[in-house]
């Protein structure tokens, strides 16, 4: 059993801060459209952002299990939250991951490591709605001995 | 419909930063029993940090329906992950709020907000396991006019 814990704390208007023991306090707001600040992370983006580095992690985990040596990993998720008859909930998350591994490493077994994602990446797995992956792998081209 | 989006560049080890729009960034890495940085935010964290924040977000905004006027808010959620043959897995999350409301408003009437938090809270209801709130309210003791 693994515990993690933060805390809130209201500071103004619809605005507040993130604390979790030693880490930076995140300043936090209401989106926007529903009369927060601009400029804060809101609990819906921090949600889609807990997917998106989640996904990185267990890439990682499993990339170093498996051999694979990534020269570089970046991500990007859109999480999209529609009315439905019970309120606003997310329903659909798209990720897109670009990974460059280094020459001597194994395409498609990087590739593979999408079923791994979708199995055990435990907070997109602790969602409700689909989390849809598209994995991109390339081969980093530039070599260092010119 | 609404769009939130966030992205994840990793930058070495087990550690990267999350980027939203012109947010400030949040160093992002593993959680240190597996393998991660210290006093960096987990995805994990993160995830914890959603839900605590977005039933702040939530109980500001019926509070001003419901014209509670609230002096102070601070909560802290406790997140449990477990291993379940399908994984890692959220399997449960205590939430702690605590609100001091001015002397002029409907106590029980805030009370009842808790309800609403259950049902609408869009980060938490988005969650496959249950989210058990603990809503404490007290009314404000300390006279502006002494």
Same mark, same amino acid.
């Given at each position: 059993?693994?515990?993690?814990r #933060? &805390?809130?704390?209201?500071?103004?208007g619809?605005?507040? /801060?993130?604390?979790?023991? %030693?880490?930076l306090a995140?300043r936090?707001?209401?989106?926007?459209?529903?009369?927060?600040?601009?400029?804060?992370?809101s609990p819906?983006?921090?949600?889609v952002?807990?997917?998106d580095?989640?996904?990185?992690s267990?890439?990682?985990?499993?990339?170093?299990r498996?051999?694979?040596?990534v020269?570089?990993?970046?991500?990007t998720? #859109? &999480?999209?939250?529609?009315?439905?008859p019970e309120?606003? /909930?997310?329903t659909?998350? %798209?990720?897109?991951?670009?990974?460059v591994v280094?020459?001597?490493t194994?395409?498609?077994k990087?590739r593979?490591?999408?079923?791994?994602?979708?199995?055990?990446?435990?907070?997109?797995t602790s969602l409700?709605?689909?989390?849809?992956l598209y994995?991109?792998?390339a081969v980093?081209?530039?070599h260092k001995?010119g």
């Open positions: 059993m693994y515990n993690y #933060a &805390g809130t704390v209201w500071d103004s619809r605005a507040g /801060r993130i604390q979790g023991d %030693d880490r995140i936090v707001g209401t989106p926007q459209e529903f009369g927060g600040p601009a400029g804060v992370w819906e983006q921090l949600l952002a807990a997917v580095s989640c996904l990185m267990t890439f990682l985990f499993f990339a170093e498996s051999g694979i040596k020269h570089s990993y970046g991500s998720t #859109a &999480g999209r939250m529609d009315k439905t309120g606003l /909930r997310f659909a998350m %798209d990720v897109n991951i670009a990974v280094d020459e001597n194994d395409v498609d990087a593979r490591l999408q079923s791994k994602l979708e199995k055990y990446c435990p907070v997109s409700r709605c689909p989390v849809i994995l991109k792998v980093r081209e530039d001995d």
